[in-house]
Protein backbone atom coordinates (compact mmCIF):
# COMPACT_ATOMS: atom_id res chain seq x y z
CA UNK A 1 0.00 0.00 0.00
CA UNK A 2 1.44 3.36 0.84
CA UNK A 3 4.31 4.60 2.73
CA UNK A 4 2.58 6.94 5.38
CA UNK A 5 0.25 3.76 6.23
CA UNK A 6 3.69 2.07 7.24
CA UNK A 7 4.49 4.96 9.79
CA UNK A 8 4.06 3.18 13.54
CA UNK A 9 2.38 5.99 15.88
CA UNK A 10 5.01 6.75 18.76
CA UNK A 11 2.64 6.47 21.20
CA UNK A 12 2.58 3.48 24.01
CA UNK A 13 -0.61 1.75 24.11
CA UNK A 14 -2.35 2.70 21.45
CA UNK A 15 -5.04 0.37 20.92
CA UNK A 16 -7.65 0.70 18.15
CA UNK A 17 -11.05 -1.60 18.05
CA UNK A 18 -9.84 -2.07 14.09
CA UNK A 19 -6.55 -3.50 14.71
CA UNK A 20 -7.38 -6.78 13.30
CA UNK A 21 -9.20 -4.99 9.80
CA UNK A 22 -5.52 -3.14 9.53
CA UNK A 23 -3.55 -5.84 9.90
CA UNK A 24 -5.74 -7.55 6.98
CA UNK A 25 -6.18 -4.89 4.99
CA UNK A 26 -2.03 -4.16 4.82
CA UNK A 27 -1.49 -7.65 3.63
CA UNK A 28 -0.67 -8.70 0.78
CA UNK A 29 -1.69 -12.50 -0.91
CA UNK A 30 1.40 -14.38 -1.68
CA UNK A 31 1.46 -16.23 -4.57
CA UNK A 32 -0.26 -19.65 -4.40
CA UNK A 33 1.89 -22.37 -2.90
CA UNK A 34 3.31 -25.02 -4.93
CA UNK A 35 0.50 -28.16 -4.58
CA UNK A 36 -2.61 -25.78 -5.77
CA UNK A 37 -2.98 -26.01 -9.36
CA UNK A 38 -3.29 -22.58 -10.48
CA UNK A 39 -6.00 -21.83 -12.82
CA UNK A 40 -4.59 -19.63 -16.05
CA UNK A 41 -6.70 -17.06 -16.70
CA UNK A 42 -8.03 -16.77 -20.62
CA UNK A 43 -6.04 -14.10 -22.75
CA UNK A 44 -8.14 -11.38 -22.58
CA UNK A 45 -10.09 -10.57 -26.33
CA UNK A 46 -8.57 -8.04 -28.96
CA UNK A 47 -10.94 -4.91 -28.38
CA UNK A 48 -11.87 -5.60 -31.64
CA UNK A 49 -13.85 -8.53 -30.69
CA UNK A 50 -17.21 -8.07 -28.98
CA UNK A 51 -16.84 -8.73 -25.74
CA UNK A 52 -18.38 -11.96 -23.94
CA UNK A 53 -21.39 -11.13 -22.11
CA UNK A 54 -20.28 -13.86 -19.25
CA UNK A 55 -18.48 -12.55 -16.11
CA UNK A 56 -14.96 -12.08 -16.75
CA UNK A 57 -14.13 -12.46 -13.27
CA UNK A 58 -16.79 -14.99 -11.86
CA UNK A 59 -13.78 -16.89 -9.94
CA UNK A 60 -14.03 -14.44 -7.69
CA UNK A 61 -16.98 -15.61 -6.38
CA UNK A 62 -16.08 -19.39 -6.39
CA UNK A 63 -15.00 -20.04 -2.76
CA UNK A 64 -13.82 -23.76 -4.54
CA UNK A 65 -10.68 -22.47 -5.21
CA UNK A 66 -8.32 -21.24 -2.65
CA UNK A 67 -8.25 -17.24 -1.92
CA UNK A 68 -4.97 -16.90 -3.37
CA UNK A 69 -5.22 -18.08 -6.45
CA UNK A 70 -8.22 -15.82 -6.96
CA UNK A 71 -6.08 -12.64 -5.64
CA UNK A 72 -3.61 -14.16 -8.44
CA UNK A 73 -5.94 -14.44 -11.15
CA UNK A 74 -7.20 -11.17 -10.92
CA UNK A 75 -4.28 -9.42 -10.48
CA UNK A 76 -2.91 -11.04 -13.46
CA UNK A 77 -6.12 -10.22 -15.31
CA UNK A 78 -5.82 -6.87 -14.52
CA UNK A 79 -2.41 -6.03 -15.39
CA UNK A 80 -2.84 -7.37 -18.68
CA UNK A 81 -6.37 -5.42 -19.29
CA UNK A 82 -8.65 -3.60 -16.83
CA UNK A 83 -11.38 -0.98 -18.62
CA UNK A 84 -14.96 -0.24 -17.77
CA UNK A 85 -16.53 -4.19 -17.62
CA UNK A 86 -14.08 -5.43 -15.11
CA UNK A 87 -14.48 -2.26 -12.99
CA UNK A 88 -18.33 -2.69 -12.96
CA UNK A 89 -17.76 -6.07 -12.40
CA UNK A 90 -15.54 -5.20 -9.37
CA UNK A 91 -18.02 -2.88 -8.28
CA UNK A 92 -20.62 -5.82 -8.24
CA UNK A 93 -18.71 -8.49 -6.30
CA UNK A 94 -18.04 -5.22 -3.46
CA UNK A 95 -21.40 -4.74 -3.44
CA UNK A 96 -23.14 -7.76 -3.17
CA UNK A 97 -20.50 -9.73 -0.34
CA UNK A 98 -18.70 -13.27 -0.07
CA UNK A 99 -21.29 -15.63 -1.88
CA UNK A 100 -22.56 -18.69 0.28
CA UNK A 101 -20.22 -21.33 1.45
CA UNK A 102 -16.91 -18.30 1.94
CA UNK A 103 -15.04 -18.44 5.19
CA UNK A 104 -15.48 -15.31 6.54
CA UNK A 105 -11.64 -14.51 6.90
CA UNK A 106 -11.45 -15.30 3.26
CA UNK A 107 -14.13 -12.83 2.18
CA UNK A 108 -12.23 -10.28 4.04
CA UNK A 109 -9.02 -10.61 1.99
CA UNK A 110 -11.21 -11.17 -1.43
CA UNK A 111 -13.22 -7.65 -0.47
CA UNK A 112 -9.34 -5.92 0.68
CA UNK A 113 -7.98 -6.63 -2.92
CA UNK A 114 -11.83 -5.53 -4.74
CA UNK A 115 -11.19 -2.35 -2.77
CA UNK A 116 -7.56 -1.91 -4.00
CA UNK A 117 -8.04 -3.06 -7.64
CA UNK A 118 -10.63 -0.52 -7.73
CA UNK A 119 -8.25 2.55 -5.74
CA UNK A 120 -5.80 1.43 -8.53
CA UNK A 121 -8.06 1.18 -11.29
CA UNK A 122 -11.01 3.56 -11.22
CA UNK A 123 -10.60 7.13 -13.38
CA UNK A 124 -13.78 8.13 -11.77
CA UNK A 125 -13.56 9.34 -8.47
CA UNK A 126 -17.16 9.88 -7.46
CA UNK A 127 -18.13 6.40 -8.61
CA UNK A 128 -14.86 5.60 -6.33
CA UNK A 129 -16.32 7.92 -3.36
CA UNK A 130 -19.99 7.03 -3.35
CA UNK A 131 -19.36 3.72 -3.59
CA UNK A 132 -17.66 2.68 -0.68
CA UNK A 133 -19.35 5.47 1.27
CA UNK A 134 -22.31 3.12 0.71
CA UNK A 135 -20.07 -0.09 1.69
CA UNK A 136 -19.57 2.02 4.94
CA UNK A 137 -23.27 2.80 5.81
CA UNK A 138 -24.44 -0.74 5.18
CA UNK A 139 -24.84 -2.57 8.21
CA UNK A 140 -25.03 -5.70 6.14
CA UNK A 141 -21.70 -5.64 5.60
CA UNK A 142 -19.20 -6.93 7.69
CA UNK A 143 -17.47 -4.53 10.24
CA UNK A 144 -14.27 -5.50 8.90
CA UNK A 145 -14.73 -4.79 5.31
CA UNK A 146 -16.84 -1.69 6.41
CA UNK A 147 -13.53 -0.54 7.94
CA UNK A 148 -11.82 -1.48 4.77
CA UNK A 149 -13.81 0.98 3.09
CA UNK A 150 -12.79 3.68 5.43
CA UNK A 151 -8.44 2.70 5.35
CA UNK A 152 -8.82 2.80 1.30
CA UNK A 153 -11.00 6.23 1.11
CA UNK A 154 -8.47 7.65 3.22
CA UNK A 155 -5.31 6.02 1.53
CA UNK A 156 -6.94 7.74 -2.36
CA UNK A 157 -7.26 11.15 -0.80
CA UNK A 158 -4.08 10.79 0.55
CA UNK A 159 -2.26 9.60 -2.76
CA UNK A 160 -4.22 12.65 -4.30
CA UNK A 161 -2.90 15.54 -2.69
CA UNK A 162 -4.28 19.54 -3.37
CA UNK A 163 -1.45 19.58 -5.89
CA UNK A 164 -1.02 17.83 -8.86
CA UNK A 165 -0.93 14.01 -8.63
CA UNK A 166 2.13 13.22 -10.37
CA UNK A 167 4.20 15.03 -7.23
CA UNK A 168 3.18 11.96 -5.37
CA UNK A 169 5.37 8.91 -5.76
CA UNK A 170 3.02 6.88 -4.61
CA UNK A 171 0.56 7.52 -6.72
CA UNK A 172 2.49 6.30 -9.78
CA UNK A 173 0.47 3.25 -10.43
CA UNK A 174 -3.10 4.78 -9.63
CA UNK A 175 -5.74 6.37 -12.14
CA UNK A 176 -4.80 9.90 -12.99
CA UNK A 177 -8.01 11.63 -11.99
CA UNK A 178 -7.71 13.12 -8.33
CA UNK A 179 -11.10 13.49 -6.84
CA UNK A 180 -12.65 17.43 -6.57
CA UNK A 181 -12.43 19.35 -3.19
CA UNK A 182 -16.41 18.94 -3.27
CA UNK A 183 -15.97 14.86 -3.34
CA UNK A 184 -12.90 15.40 -0.87
CA UNK A 185 -15.05 17.37 1.77
CA UNK A 186 -18.08 14.99 1.48
CA UNK A 187 -15.83 11.97 2.39
CA UNK A 188 -14.35 13.23 5.37
CA UNK A 189 -17.65 14.57 6.56
CA UNK A 190 -19.13 11.14 5.87
CA UNK A 191 -16.41 9.24 7.50
CA UNK A 192 -16.83 12.16 11.31
CA UNK A 193 -20.84 11.45 10.80
CA UNK A 194 -19.85 7.36 10.46
CA UNK A 195 -17.80 7.35 13.21
CA UNK A 196 -20.09 9.47 15.86
CA UNK A 197 -23.34 8.25 15.13
CA UNK A 198 -24.14 6.79 18.21
CA UNK A 199 -25.57 3.33 16.73
CA UNK A 200 -21.94 2.60 15.77
CA UNK A 201 -20.15 3.56 19.05
CA UNK A 202 -19.57 0.45 20.60
CA UNK A 203 -18.32 -0.94 16.76
CA UNK A 204 -14.96 -1.03 15.22
CA UNK A 205 -15.41 1.93 13.24
CA UNK A 206 -14.80 4.88 15.45
CA UNK A 207 -11.54 3.57 16.07
CA UNK A 208 -10.57 2.98 12.77
CA UNK A 209 -11.57 6.14 11.32
CA UNK A 210 -9.84 7.92 14.47
CA UNK A 211 -6.53 6.05 13.72
CA UNK A 212 -6.89 7.69 9.71
CA UNK A 213 -7.33 10.92 10.83
CA UNK A 214 -3.97 10.47 13.21
CA UNK A 215 -1.74 9.16 10.60
CA UNK A 216 -3.47 12.30 8.22
CA UNK A 217 -2.21 14.48 10.85
CA UNK A 218 0.57 13.28 10.67
CA UNK A 219 1.93 13.60 6.98
CA UNK A 220 2.69 17.04 6.60
CA UNK A 221 1.68 19.24 3.62
CA UNK A 222 -0.74 16.59 3.16
CA UNK A 223 -4.96 16.69 2.30
CA UNK A 224 -6.30 19.00 4.86
CA UNK A 225 -8.93 17.55 6.61
CA UNK A 226 -9.18 20.67 9.10
CA UNK A 227 -13.04 21.22 8.51
CA UNK A 228 -13.81 17.60 9.40
CA UNK A 229 -11.65 17.99 12.33
CA UNK A 230 -13.83 20.81 14.09
CA UNK A 231 -16.84 18.73 13.27
CA UNK A 232 -15.03 15.94 15.06
CA UNK A 233 -14.22 18.33 18.56
CA UNK A 234 -17.39 17.70 20.21
CA UNK A 235 -17.35 14.14 20.05
CA UNK A 236 -13.88 13.81 21.06
CA UNK A 237 -14.68 15.97 24.17
CA UNK A 238 -17.23 13.85 24.99
CA UNK A 239 -15.13 10.53 24.56
CA UNK A 240 -12.80 12.04 27.13
CA UNK A 241 -15.07 12.65 29.68
CA UNK A 242 -15.64 10.88 32.75
CA UNK A 243 -18.32 8.40 33.21
CA UNK A 244 -18.24 8.52 29.00
CA UNK A 245 -20.21 5.51 27.66
CA UNK A 246 -17.70 4.61 24.82
CA UNK A 247 -15.69 1.69 25.54
CA UNK A 248 -12.24 1.58 26.84
CA UNK A 249 -10.49 1.34 23.53
CA UNK A 250 -12.51 3.98 22.03
CA UNK A 251 -11.66 6.10 24.78
CA UNK A 252 -7.93 5.40 24.01
CA UNK A 253 -7.79 6.40 20.27
CA UNK A 254 -10.12 9.61 21.47
CA UNK A 255 -7.14 10.15 23.43
CA UNK A 256 -4.20 9.72 20.67
CA UNK A 257 -6.50 11.42 18.41
CA UNK A 258 -7.04 14.78 20.67
CA UNK A 259 -3.50 14.76 21.43
CA UNK A 260 -1.97 15.24 17.94
CA UNK A 261 -5.42 16.64 16.02
CA UNK A 262 -5.06 19.84 18.61
CA UNK A 263 -3.37 19.19 21.55
CA UNK A 264 -3.33 22.68 22.73
CA UNK A 265 -7.11 22.25 23.30
CA UNK A 266 -7.23 19.42 24.61
CA UNK A 267 -4.32 19.31 26.77
CA UNK A 268 -5.92 19.96 29.85
CA UNK A 269 -7.84 17.29 29.91
CA UNK A 270 -5.07 14.73 28.91
CA UNK A 271 -3.38 15.44 32.02
CA UNK A 272 -6.25 15.04 33.88
CA UNK A 273 -6.66 11.68 32.66
CA UNK A 274 -3.38 11.01 32.97
CA UNK A 275 -2.66 12.39 36.84
CA UNK A 276 -5.45 10.69 37.36
CA UNK A 277 -4.60 8.22 40.67
CA UNK A 278 -7.56 6.28 40.72
CA UNK A 279 -7.94 6.54 37.10
CA UNK A 280 -8.07 3.59 34.35
CA UNK A 281 -4.61 2.32 33.65
CA UNK A 282 -5.26 1.75 30.11
CA UNK A 283 -6.11 5.68 29.64
CA UNK A 284 -3.71 6.98 32.03
CA UNK A 285 -1.17 5.26 29.69
CA UNK A 286 -2.10 6.27 26.77
CA UNK A 287 -2.40 10.20 28.41
CA UNK A 288 0.58 9.71 29.22
CA UNK A 289 2.33 8.72 25.98
CA UNK A 290 0.63 11.78 24.73
CA UNK A 291 2.12 14.28 26.99
CA UNK A 292 5.76 12.72 25.92
CA UNK A 293 4.62 14.65 22.46
CA UNK A 294 2.76 17.43 23.58
CA UNK A 295 3.09 18.42 27.60
CA UNK A 296 5.52 21.13 28.60
CA UNK A 297 7.85 21.49 30.90
CA UNK A 298 5.62 21.68 34.13
CA UNK A 299 4.49 17.96 33.23
CA UNK A 300 8.36 16.36 33.75
CA UNK A 301 8.18 16.55 37.54
CA UNK A 302 4.44 14.54 37.66
CA UNK A 303 6.02 12.12 35.02
CA UNK A 304 8.67 11.64 37.47
CA UNK A 305 6.26 11.06 40.17
CA UNK A 306 4.63 8.61 38.05
CA UNK A 307 7.73 6.91 37.30
CA UNK A 308 8.69 6.42 40.80
CA UNK A 309 5.40 5.61 42.75
CA UNK A 310 3.77 3.83 40.14
CA UNK A 311 5.03 0.40 38.41
CA UNK A 312 2.80 -0.30 36.19
CA UNK A 313 3.36 3.01 34.33
CA UNK A 314 6.36 3.49 34.91
CA UNK A 315 7.93 2.67 31.49
CA UNK A 316 5.46 4.84 29.35
CA UNK A 317 6.38 7.73 32.12
CA UNK A 318 10.35 7.52 31.75
CA UNK A 319 9.23 7.72 27.78
CA UNK A 320 7.30 10.48 28.02
CA UNK A 321 10.08 12.20 30.09
CA UNK A 322 12.54 11.27 27.54
CA UNK A 323 10.04 12.29 24.55
CA UNK A 324 9.07 15.16 26.04
CA UNK A 325 12.63 16.53 27.10
CA UNK A 326 13.81 15.90 23.83
CA UNK A 327 11.36 17.96 22.17
CA UNK A 328 11.99 20.92 25.07
CA UNK A 329 15.24 20.91 23.76
CA UNK A 330 15.21 21.14 20.23
CA UNK A 331 12.35 23.67 20.92
CA UNK A 332 15.00 26.21 23.19
CA UNK A 333 17.69 25.87 20.24
CA UNK A 334 15.52 26.63 17.35
Not at 58 to 75: S, T
Not at 145 to 171: C, F, G, M, N
Request: hydrophobic content about 40%; aromatic content about 6%.
Amino acid sequence: MTSFLRKSLPFLGFAFLGAAGVCAWKMRAPSAPASVQVVEPSKPKSSSRPRSSRPQLAYLNDPGQPWQVRIELLRQALSEECGEPEIRELYHFMAKGAPEGELPEHGYVIANEIMEQLLRHDPNPQRFSSSLLEVLHDSAQPLVVRDYAIQHLVTWLTLHPPKAQKESPDSSHLSSTAPSPEITAHVFQSLVVAATNPELEQTTIPGTTLMMFINLARQPGGVDFSEATETLKPWLSRALEDGSILSTPIRVSAIQAAGILDPEEFRPVIRNIAYAENGQSSLRLSSIAVLGQCGETADLEKLRHIASAHPELSYAAQEAITSLTSRLAQGNSN
